[in-house]
């Protein structure tokens, strides 16, 4: 087997199972030469990544939601990491609350827009995540809190991709739920902006998951 | 209205019969128009027609030909055949009166 064929048939990975199958068999048959064979299989799987982006969905998940929102969560992310350093701190006591509200509202502000990353758009997944990773990488080259690891940028990334996970591996919520926890968040979020602890930016963390609210089929409407 | 390639792709399916699927059909353009085409354009098309409902596709055997790899077969709908003949009225239609059809049919009566 030639490496032009090894290459071809790496790239039609890309593919999914049935069409790769298919498109393999017809360069076999057709006796292509490997190089234009393996050109033929990139030119389709760019044209169907192509035609993904003719829909919304692909354009909200990767700039609507991964591109911001990762600014945004790193910025809690560092909150989140100089209110636990200032916690030992005397007199400080009773910030116990609020802190523990700081970490929840990051764990789930991080959690729905990873959950609503992978549910609007599966296929284009890996540019959303590139579209998150880009500011991590630009954050992390400008660090410069010499109190804090740089590791504490990162706070949010963990909950995030369990949200995906949850997300692709095709976790339904009941709309209760959904409700419930939308509800929780945006009364944590008003307790937060209270006590001046909330960035005005940060309700944009919020549509993610009245948008799951808004997604999330009422049992009744559920299919047999 | 179909598009020039959309067109192709039926009429060459339709001719093809119950030996229509991607192999074949690009072998056939190639052998008819002269052009050969892409498999990203073969099947991002096949998939469009399907959507419209003017093709159906299933999956057929595997041959050893094809390294024991399944075929995509085609099958052109009757709404299919109706776009493929409204497209080729339409040609026909504005065709009619330029200068090449009728130098053909000129040529073609000597």
Known sequence: MSLSWSLTEVAAHLLRQEEREVVLGDLSEAQESPWRGLLNVLGL????????????????????????????????????????????????????????????????????????????????????????????????????????????????????????????????????????????????????????????LNWSLLWPVWYIVATTRHPSEEPE | MLGEFEYVLITTAAALGEQ????????????????????GALYTTIDRLETKGLLKTWMGDATPQRGGRAKRMIRVTAKGVQAAKDFYDAVTRVSRGASWVVNRKGRSSV
């Open chain 1, 45 to 200: 799987v760019t044209r169907r990544q192509l035609l993904l982006w003719k829909s919304w969905r692909p354009w909200l998940s990767g700039f609507g939601l991964a591109l911001p929102c990762s600014f945004l969560l790193m910025g809690a992310s560092i909150g989140v990491s100089q209110a636990y350093q200032h916690l030992g701190l005397p007199g400080t006591f009773n910030q116990q609350p609020l802190f523990l509200c700081e970490v929840l509202l990051l764990a789930l502000w991080s959690w729905s827009g990873g959950f609503v990353v992978g549910r609007l758009s599966r296929s284009t997944l890996w540019i959303s995540v590139l579209l998150c990773f880009s500011p991590c990488l630009f954050c992390l080259a400008r660090f410069r809190i010499p109190s804090l690891s740089r590791a504490s940028l990162f706070l949010f990334l963990l909950p995030a991709a369990v949200g995906v996970f949850q997300s692709m591996r095709g976790v339904q919520i009941r709309l209760k739920a959904a409700f419930a926890l939308a509800v929780s968040i945006t009364a944590l979020m008003v307790y937060m902006g209270s006590r001046n602890r909330l960035g005005f």
């Open chain 2, 20 to 39: 229509a699927y991607g192999a074949a059909i690009r072998e056939e353009i190639a052998r008819t128009t002269g052009r050969r085409c892409s498999l």
